[in-house]
């Protein structure tokens, strides 16, 4: 059972306590909603990185060398 | 580092792990405050949640994410604030970061930022910067950090810090 940390600021009293079933269906609801942005974010990062490979692979065939293309 | 630059409270993660990290009964008597994180995830997933006053509705932001590759721009809610190094990272590293709330005992609607490394002797390591905006009049009270599906690792830490006439 997961558990959470709890600082009482005005004691300094530390606790260690089960989540709720309230909170582990939050947490289960962030877990659906972070894979479904990561999914999305990954598919940007890849999606830039095709075109950075396109692009160099473009400007090459232009002629350029791999310093220039660098260097751009 | 302003003199009065207070710890308030400080959490270190036992060896169960713990799916949150909370601050509650935040003293109002400082004008901003500072959270120093450092922390690893016990599984998969890299980025940490946050809550204040029990509530993550409201929060609105805009990321600044680096990967070592590229460099990307997305909108936030309360989900996703910043990262900490998953279970595929270099072994025993922890990442860290820094959550800055100023005025936040005001009625006006919270602004914070947050910065966040993961740590990881490989190509890929994480950075984000972040601009988060919470629409409450609420003064803070709690804070409230958590990771999506999985806990933090043992010896993940926190420290709350309070500081007056910023």
Known sequence: MATKIIVDCSTGVTTEVELTAAEIAEREAMAAEYATQKAAED??????????????????????????IAAL | MATTYKLISSVTVG?????????????QTYTDLNLVFSGRNTSSGDW??????GSSSNFTGR???ANGAGVYS??????????????????NTFGNGSLYIPNYTGSSNKSY????????????AYMTILAGLWSSSAAITSIRMTISANTFAQYSTAYLYGISNA
């Open chain 1, 43 to 68: 598919a940007a990062v890849a999606a830039k990185a095709a075109a950075k490979a396109s692009a160099e692979a473009k400007l090459a065939a232009l002629g350029l060398s791999t310093d220039e």
């Open chain 2, 15 to 27: 060896s169960g792990g713990a799916a949150y990290m909370e601050f509650t009964s935040i003293p």
């Open chain 2, 48 to 53: 940490f949640s946050l809550s204040f006053n």
């Open chain 2, 63 to 65: 990321i600044i994410f």
């Open chain 2, 74 to 91: 997305y909108t936030r809610n309360a989900d996703e604030q910043g990262v900490i190094p998953n279970s595929s990272t270099t072994a």
């Open chain 2, 113 to 124: 930022s947050i910065d966040s490394i993961t740590e990881n002797n490989a190509t890929t």
